[in-house]
């Protein structure tokens, strides 16, 4: 099992710009979280998807971000324009409901913004 | 907002000794879960107890429940220095529409050999 895989492991861009982050979950995981850590705020849940549906979305911080999940095996999420402040280390995670209820986590896709 | 709060934010102690921290949270939950984070990894699972446990173990990990108080312990026994990390508490909270997993700020372990 590959685990949860995300890319990329380093985006450093500059304000302004378009980022774009990657996940697979797990293969079978019917759910799927981001979150987004920061020494200031630690672990913050931004959303999650229950078969590919958005159940919560209300840690989102701005209009700026954008999450979708087009099938089972694939998420994105996306800031439009990105911000400085948006620097943090952003994590993607699964599990399968009704199972064991653990999540497993991606190694996270550290996020510069300039 | 954060449901689960750690403490103490940080502890340091010798190899050998015992570590243990604790999280209380604020609503009612299904089950309550402890992770660790290694700098610059992602999030393991260690333990879950359910809400309607009172105690469990795993190998030299301890974990209390008390859902009258709303809170949890994690203790750590013989610690090593390979423990050094930080331990989150998560809450698994009590939703019809999807679970929802929500973490503690963190108590930072320094295991010193």
Redesign the interface.
């Known amino acids: 099992d590959a685990g ?1 895989i995300q890319s990329p492991r380093h985006e450093v861009t500059e304000m302004g710009q378009e980022v774009t982050l990657r996940c697979k979950p797990i293969s079978g995981h019917n ?1 799927l ?1 981001w ?1 987004r850590q920061t020494m200031m705020r ?4 931004l959303i ?1 998807f ?1 078969n590919n549906v958005p ?2 979305d209300s840690g989102m911080p701005e209009d700026r971000f954008s999450a979708k999940m087009p099938n089972a095996s694939f998420s994105t999420l996306k800031i439009q324009p990105s911000e400085p402040r948006d620097s943090a280390v952003y ?1 993607c ?1 699964s599990r399968k ?1 009704g199972g ?9 896709t550290q996020l510069s913004v300039l | 907002s954060q449901q689960g709060e750690e403490d103490p934010q940080a502890l340091s102690i010798q190899e050998g000794e015992n570590a243990t921290m604790n999280c209380s949270y604020k609503t009612s939950i299904n089950n309550l879960q402890w992770y660790r984070q290694n700098s610059g990894r992602g999030l393991v699972h260690l333990i879950l107890i359910r809400s309607n446990e009172r105690e469990k173990h795993s190998g030299r990990l301890r974990v209390t429940l008390d859902t009258s108080k709303k809170s949890s312990s994690l203790l750590i026994t013989a610690s090593r220095a390979a423990d050094t990390a930080s331990y989150f508490c998560a809450t698994d909270d009590n939703k019809a529409a999807g679970n929802k997993l929500t973490f503690g700020g963190g108590t930072r372990v320094l295991v010193k050999p």
Not at chain 1, 42 to 45: Q, V
Not at chain 1, 100 to 108: I, R, T, V
């Open positions: 949860v759910s979280f979150y630690g672990l913050e849940l999650y229950n159940i919560d994590f995670a409901t064991d209820e653990k999540l497993f986590f991606g190694s996270g």
